[in-house]
């Protein structure tokens, strides 16, 4: 980032209930930005709700490339950006033979393909700048948990993606980073997923309380921000003594696959 933290930036998923926060929260900072999402109408009213002006409203997925395209062609014709923010997602609960094919497909598409596409569309302007790329993950894309197979292993596959375009870019003024919420109290958490949280004493934060680590992390130098110090040690013991986490999610597992039966009635 510069010196004078002035914020030029995309982001996807804008009308979410973390996007909407992380907007609200890096508003003393943004001098230019372009919402995305799927419905323009709600894109208008978070632009306007949030004081915006100097803001582009896109709606469309941008796994479409005229979707991508037009992001680009707005991003040039206002100075460039600083700053992406892969922030769109999609989640399902559910055991991994139930869900359909479509299901998978569109987990893969939403939460990793399409974050890619656009990173590659807009890498020549971010060049341009001294900039970052943010790709919201997930603690659960360093902790495969039942239950969220598909899920689990797109937010894998996207911080796969961070780490390895951070040091292919490492001769370049771009950073790419890794931000991963826990548990989340949005929409995107249906009913049964934070009754499974509150059974096995998951810790939920509010969207708020996201975007203010977001912005903290925004202005650091790590590479990857993993929220909770429970989980992050976790996410520790997992990738050095995986058998721990093993046994305990194993214990877990009957309260886990009472929800996912629940979701089937």
């Known amino acids: 980032m510069s010196n004078t933290n002035r914020l030029r930036l995309v982001i996807t998923g804008a009308t979410g209930g973390i996007g909407r926060e992380l907007l609200k929260a890096m508003t003393p900072y943004i001098d230019f930005v372009i919402l995305n999402g799927l419905n323009l109408i709600d894109l208008k009213q978070t ?5 915006l002006k100097n803001g582009v409203c896109i709606a469309g997925d941008v796994s479409n490339s005229n979707v991508r395209d037009q992001i680009y062609q707005v991003a040039e014709l206002n100075g460039g950006i600083n700053l992406l923010i892969n922030n769109a997602g999609m989640n399902d609960f559910d055991f991994f033979s139930n869900q359909s094919d479509e299901m998978i497909e569109n ?5 990793l393909t399409s974050p ?3 990173t590659k569309k807009l890498l020549p302007l971010l060049k341009k700048n001294r900039s970052q790329i943010i790709n919201t993950g997930s603690i659960f894309g360093y ?13 894998f596959g ?7 375009l951070r040091r ?5 003024s771009v950073m790419v980073r890794y931000f991963a919420p826990r548990a989340t109290k949005t929409p995107f958490n249906n009913t049964l997923i934070e009754q499974l949280n509150r059974e096995t004493k998951t810790a939920m934060d509010l969207p708020s309380q996201v975007a203010k680590e977001f912005v903290k992390f925004l202005f650091q130098p790590t590479w990857q921000k993993r929220i909770g110090f429970k989980e992050r040690l976790f996410t520790i013991i997992n990738d050095l003594f995986p058998s721990i986490p093993d046994k305990a999610l194993a214990k877990q597992l009957p309260v886990i696959k009472k929800y996912l039966l629940k979701k089937g009635n």
Do not use: C
């Not at 996207?158 to 390895?164: E, I, V, Y």
């Not at 292919?168 to 370049?172: F, G, K, N, P």
């Open 107 to 111: 987990l893969i598409n939403v939460n």
């Open 158 to 164: 996207l911080r796969g993606f961070s780490q390895s």
């Open 143 to 155: 902790l495969g948990f039942p239950g969220f197979v598909g899920y689990s292993s797109t937010k």
């Open 168 to 172: 292919e870019l490492a001769d370049t």
């Open 116 to 118: 890619m596409l656009l």
């Open 47 to 51: 632009q306007n709700d949030l004081g």
